[in-house]
């Protein structure tokens, strides 16, 4: 059995914020407005896995009327997602995620992005492949005054991993 889900998301850009990305503090003149760190793939990555999961969505868990998120860093969130996924007895198998901004460059940030998406998530990083794409200077993202991203996450079913491992042992006891 598996599961898919979807993220997207999208936070303005301002002069003299923090660009944080997957984690990282990728160097650039501005950065997106939001009541956390306003990290998109982050957030994206989220409402993905928690669609997957059939758990609704970032908002709902972390409200944005909450202060304890304020200013908070968004692998904070991901990082509770483990737990609610073994509730549920799912995994996840992988994360395709897309980033699209006109600047600055991201691909040399990706490893360092990675290590740390896996790690809040307790997974591997080459479970997780990212991308980056600009907005061909096209609408508010490719005239440099939003970033977007998008995620799809596939779990894994561990009831079914669990439920054909008693199934191959007992066929050998046979
Ligand atoms: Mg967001």
């Known amino acids: 059995?598996?599961?898919?889900?979807?993220?997207?998301?999208?936070?303005?850009?301002?002069?003299?914020?923090?660009?944080?990305?997957?984690?990282?503090?990728?160097?650039?003149?501005?950065?997106?407005?939001?009541?956390?760190?306003?990290?998109?793939?982050?957030?994206a990555i989220c409402d993905a896995v928690l669609g997957a999961a059939?758990?609704?969505?970032?908002?709902?868990?972390?409200?944005?009327?909450?202060?304890?998120?304020?200013?908070?860093?968004s692998l904070r969130f991901l990082e509770v997602l483990p737990a609610m996924l073994r509730k549920k007895r799912e995994r996840i198998a992988n994360i395709d995620a897309v980033v699209i901004c006109e600047r600055p460059k991201l691909g040399p940030h990706f490893p360092a992005m990675r290590d740390l998406l896996a790690r809040a998530l307790g997974i591997h990083p080459e479970q997780i492949n990212l991308k980056a794409k600009t907005n061909e200077g096209v609408d508010a993202v490719g005239r440099g005054e939003a970033i977007a991203a998008?995620?799809?996450?596939?779990?894994?079913?561990?009831?079914?991993?669990?439920?054909?491992?008693?199934?191959?042992?007992r066929g050998k006891s046979r």
Do not use: C, N
């Open 1 to 43: 059995m598996i599961r898919t889900g979807i993220g997207y998301d999208l936070h303005r850009l301002a002069d003299g914020r923090k660009l944080m990305i997957g984690g990282v503090a990728v160097p650039f003149d501005k950065g997106p407005v939001g009541h956390s760190d306003g990290d998109v793939l982050a957030h």
């Open 54 to 73: 059939g758990l609704g969505d970032i908002g709902t868990h972390f409200p944005d009327t909450d202060p304890k998120w304020k200013g908070a860093s």
């Open 150 to 169: 998008y995620a799809v996450v596939t779990l894994e079913s561990t009831a079914s991993v669990q439920r054909s491992a008693r199934r191959s042992t």
